[in-house]
Nanobody, 124 residues
């Protein structure tokens, strides 16, 4: 089992950057595929990015491709989401999640472990 805690959210202006972090407990972090999802008010939680256990494979939603970068440091039990060129439509609560499945995963139901989320607000 793994416990997750996100940090790094905040209020920024359009065009700014933010880096989210997700710290994981447990000694088996490196065995998990990790993902970032987000949920805007009144909308379904949606996939943002995922990274394989080794960090060798990543996959992004079309809406963030080229602007967001997911990375991980297995020695620090932490996954990151670097968000550049932020837009007002990126405003949401961002969640990190862990999956025991191999490779990159983009479906919510493939992630049994979730953090509490961190709010990102982008003003125009």
């Amino acid at each position: 089992q793994v416990q997750l805690e996100e940090s790094g959210g905040g209020l920024v202006q359009a065009g700014d950057s933010l880096r989210l972090s997700c710290a994981a407990s447990g000694r088996t972090f490196s065995r998990y595929t990790m993902g970032w999802f987000r949920q805007a008010p009144g909308k379904e939680r949606e996939f943002v990015a995922t990274i394989s256990w080794s960090g060798g494979s990543t996959y992004y939603a079309d809406s963030v491709k080229g602007r967001f970068t997911i990375s991980r440091d297995n020695a620090k039990n932490t996954v990151y989401l670097q968000m550049n060129s932020l837009k007002p439509e990126d405003t949401a609560v961002y969640y990190c999640a862990a999956s025991g499945y191999f490779g990159t995963r983009s479906r919510k139901d493939e992630y049994p472990y979730w953090g509490q989320g961190t709010q990102v607000t982008v003003s125009s």
